[in-house]
């Protein structure tokens, strides 16, 4: 598949079901049911069976996207991901919560997921984004697709193995789901405020 702007994409984990729109660039993947990425900090189950079409950038970079959700479970979401391996990986998450709200969440795992919720949103979409700057990734998310707003600053990744950023659908609970994504953006230019967003 190939979207505008983006690098070559390939499929990590298979989908119910996708579409892509060229003339929109919208895409939607719908989740199998039971499908999620998670290395619980409780149990310390690993779990990375959701469909992800993952791309590997090159220095820099700046990936975003609308995200809307047609939530039926319990943490069914929309991704912007970062993959290295099984044990190295982050996502951003337009999610479900158990309280039947849609909620930006983050989770970045090194060998344990650590899950941090940030806050609701009202409404059924909201702009995420993913920044590099050297070793270090922020999380962003937007309102309106212009002014961005802080969710988290770290660093991921180890040994030689390439980073991959992309688009995921999961829907861990008993029922599939579909995430749809558009105005999707990359860019090699990042902003020089990794904590404020501009």
């Known amino acids: 598949m190939s979207i505008t702007g983006l690098p070559e994409l390939a499929w990590h984990g298979e989908p119910a079901a996708f579409d892509f729109d060229v003339d929109a660039q919208r895409l939607s993947i719908t989740a199998r049911a039971g ?13 990375a069976n959701a469909a992800a079409l993952l791309f590997v950038p090159e220095g820099d970079f700046a990936l975003s996207a609308r995200v809307s959700v047609d939530f039926a ?8 991901c970062l993959w290295q391996s099984p044990e190295q ?10 309280q039947r709200e849609g909620m930006v969440v983050s ?21 995420l984004r993913v920044l590099r700057t050297g070793n270090a990734y922020a999380f962003h998310y937007s309102l309106d697709g212009s002014t961005w707003h802080f969710v988290r600053l770290f660093r991921l990744g180890r040994g030689d193995d390439p980073m991959h950023a992309g688009i995921l659908a999961q ?6 789901c579909t995430s749809t994504f558009d105005e999707i953006t990359f860019s090699t230019e990042v902003p020089a405020g990794l904590r404020n967003g501009a």
């Open 89 to 98: 990986w982050a996502k951003l998450c337009f999610e479900h919560s158990p």
């Open 171 to 176: 829907a861990p609970d008993t029922c599939e």
């Open 35 to 47: 499908t999620d990425w998670s290395n619980d900090p409780l149990t310390g189950q690993r779990t």
């Open 107 to 127: 989770v970045v795992t090194r060998d344990i997921s650590d899950d941090a919720n940030a806050l609701v949103i009202d409404g059924g979409s909201v702009y």
């Open 73 to 80: 479970g319990n943490f069914d979401a929309g991704v912007l």
